[in-house]
């Protein structure tokens, strides 16, 4: 099905509540239309959204469908209900009441799940990412019915108990592994044991299956198809007795993962029938890659020609830039449905590139001047046949700029296409809906001439997760969290005024600094006062202490390791050793893989601090970068109490 060049958004089963749901709905830009199993085309419906529809699902009569922030239902093609959601929508499911009620369930960017009726919100349920795809599962759950599986942006699955009073959360799975994110959820009985199993593909090209024992989740296997993974379901496809996973990658192949053991596989299970078709596919297929031959052939001819005109090849990118709260770093994937022949980095503040193990590109950095505001000049070599680029990304907050991506694909003739990813001033920070009310906290307020949407839009410039949408109200308010230090940062605003807290006083120094130099492009006045806790210094140097003394820690055992190589050797039975000296022993090559990169992790712990004591003393009008080498002896010579000492007398 193809109309102006619109592709298929949604494909969604369905039919007379209670039968067999055989009819196919599916949506293209802002239309629906349905089909029978046999290609019959019976509904075309133009709704009245005004962008692409991006989820819907069908019950009875009733067409539930949403687009960026609007959901609609229509009863027999008729407009009856309607919800405006204050953040993107990221897909919708139907969860059964009582009868024939439904109550739709919006899993929203904003990391909260919104159940409704009719058109109004019942509750919002938070989840511990932003929810990406819903799926009910009440099949042997434990939990009884209506239990709705999320999977997140950021890979984690959990499961909810959602019914017409309050939610009731059972399980999460946390991505431990740094897998990707949920794409797509099904469940079906995989190992033929009566049970259904929760299976789950991820957009870095992990199918995993779970069974549920007891009421928790329990990993069976794992398979990584290398491709990202765009839809996934399971049934007896290519055996009538074993049980087949099925996926649609983004490339554009389809790959059946069977749960039958390869050395029982008997050739005669396809019948004569089906051994003609598939060999008249085949066929097929060859006749395709030889027309195909023959067409670039063709083009390589003309293209020598002095009448030949080049044409631009237009091609798609499936491009993410999302916060891994794991380990503070950002993953930038790039794929597209051919071969990738380089990728060049380019970016106008200071970041750093580090190693994913699977990506197999070869690195190489071009020297750059940071006069002109390049500080990254990288280009990524790919092997043949490489379709995706994995790249980790690491910022610093406060440094804030403009990420370029130039992406060309290994294709005649030579063409490029040009990404772009803002790193905003509080890069670190994600969205979170509890904060702690007991930490000491720095508060700054500012007041002004300008609009909600103004300071709205401020905010959104400066922490990333912020609704591109207003939401609606006259006063809003947001509170987000640090993945690196666990700190936190709450924003109250309305028109006129906003107010920060935070219990690290570097965050309100740049907030201050960002939005002052933005309110003057706008030639906005602002009155700026704050409020400093002195409790709040020592409480985030003890909030780095763990992880700077984890580093220097690592430095003292790699400094053991020769020596207890050569004890050794020298010695058979190590008994006498302490359980701390066995383990270095053991975890020697670890150890160094890690020390390799401590100088980048010293480097940005360090910086942290210096921050923090140029920005304490700030506040007080004093400027204490003299004092910074004095800084660096103390924290060469490390002891958290005499740090904490040097912040409160240094200024004295």
Not at 34 to 49: A, D, I, P, S, Y
Not at 190 to 213: F, M
Not at 296 to 317: L, P
Not at 471 to 487: A, C, R, V
Request: with cysteine; net charge negative; charged share 25%.
């Amino acid at each position: 099905y193809q109309r102006r060049v619109r592709g298929v958004e949604r494909l969604e089963l369905g039919g007379a509540v209670g039968s067999l749901q055989e009819k196919i709905f599916i949506s293209s830009g802002s239309e629906v239309r349905g089909f029978t199993k046999r290609g019959k085309q019976f509904l075309m419906f133009e709704t009245n959204l005004s962008d692409t529809i991006k989820s819907m699902f069908i019950s009875g009569p009733d067409l539930h469908i949403t687009g960026q922030y609007i959901y609609n239902m229509y009863h027999n093609c008729q407009d009856t209900h309607f919800y405006l959601s204050c953040d993107k929508i990221n897909d919708m499911i139907g969860i059964p009441g009582s009868g024939k009620e439904i109550f739709p369930v919006l899993g929203c960017q904003d990391r909260v799940l919104r159940v409704l009726c009719g058109s109004e919100l019942l509750y919002e349920a938070e989840v511990p990412g932003a929810p990406e795809t819903l799926a009910l599962f009440d099949v042997m759950s434990g939990f009884g019915h209506n239990n709705l599986i999320y999977g997140t942006k950021d890979g984690i699955i959990g499961l909810c108990t959602v019914n017409k009073d309050n939610p009731c959360h059972r399980w999460e799975i946390a991505n431990s592994n740094n897998l990707g994110g949920i794409t797509a959820i099904d469940t079906y009985d995989v190992n033929n044991d009566g049970v259904s199993e929760l299976i789950i593909a991820r957009d870095d090209g992990t199918v995993e299956v779970y069974s549920i024992t007891e009421g928790q989740p329990k990993l069976i296997t794992s398979k990584n198809v290398s491709e990202s993974i765009t839809s996934i379901g399971a049934g007896l496809i290519t055996s009538p007795a074993h049980p087949d996973v099925v996926v649609s990658t983004y490339p554009g192949h389809v790959i059946s993962l069977t749960s039958e053991v390869k050395s029982h596989v008997a050739q005669n299970v396809i019948s004569p029938s089906a051994r003609t078709k598939l060999d008249d596919l085949k066929k097929d297929i060859e006749d395709l890659k030889r027309q195909v031959l023959a067409e670039r052939e063709k083009y390589q001819k003309s293209a020598g020609s002095d009448s030949a005109i080049s044409a631009v090849v237009k091609f798609h990118v499936n491009d993410k830039f999302t916060l891994n709260p794991v380990d503070a770093n950002y993953l930038l994937s790039i794929e597209i449905q051919m071969p990738i022949e380089n990728v060049l980095l380019q970016c106008d503040v200071p970041i750093d590139l580090l190693d994913v193990e699977r990506n197999s590109a070869v690195v190489s950095h071009s020297a750059c001047d940071p006069e002109d505001k390049n500080y990254l000049l990288a280009t990524y070599r790919c092997q043949a046949n490489t379709t995706r680029l994995d790249v980790k990304v690491r910022s610093i907050e406060g440094q804030y700029g403009t990420l370029q991506v130039y992406i060309t694909p290994r294709i005649q003739p030579k063409t490029c296409q040009l990404r772009q990813y803002q790193i905003k001033p509080l890069s670190l920070h994600r969205r979170t809906h509890i904060i702690d009310g007991e930490r000491p906290m720095n508060t700054l307020k500012l007041s002004g001439s300008f609009s909600l949407g103004e300071v709205h839009s401020w905010i959104g410039y400066c922490i990333p997760e912020v609704p591109d949408k207003c939401p609606s109200g006259e006063s809003i308010t947001m509170f987000f969290q640090s993945t690196f230090l666990d700190t936190q940062l709450e924003c109250n605003y309305k028109q006129g005024a906003v107010e920060f807290k935070s219990d690290n006083i570097s965050t309100i120094s740049i907030l201050k600094d960002v939005i002052t130099k933005l309110a003057t492009q706008k030639k906005i006045a602002l009155n700026i006062t704050y409020e400093l806790c002195e409790d709040s210094i020592p409480h985030s140097l003890r909030l780095i202490h763990p992880k700077l003394d984890e580093q220097l820690l690592l430095a003292k055992k790699v400094q053991l390791i020769d020596a207890l190589k050569e004890l050794s050797m020298h010695e058979p039975n190590l008994d006498f050793l302490s359980p701390e000296y066995k383990d270095i022993i053991q975890n020697a090559e670890k150890l160094q893989a890690a020390f390799k990169l401590q100088p980048c992790h010293l480097e940005r712990l360090y910086g942290m601090i210096t921050d923090l004591y140029i920005d304490k003393f700030k506040f007080k009008g004093l400027n204490v970068k003299s004092k910074v080498p004095m800084l660096l002896e103390v924290l060469d010579n490390y002891e958290l109490e005499t740090l904490i000492d040097f912040f409160e007398i240094s200024a004295v």
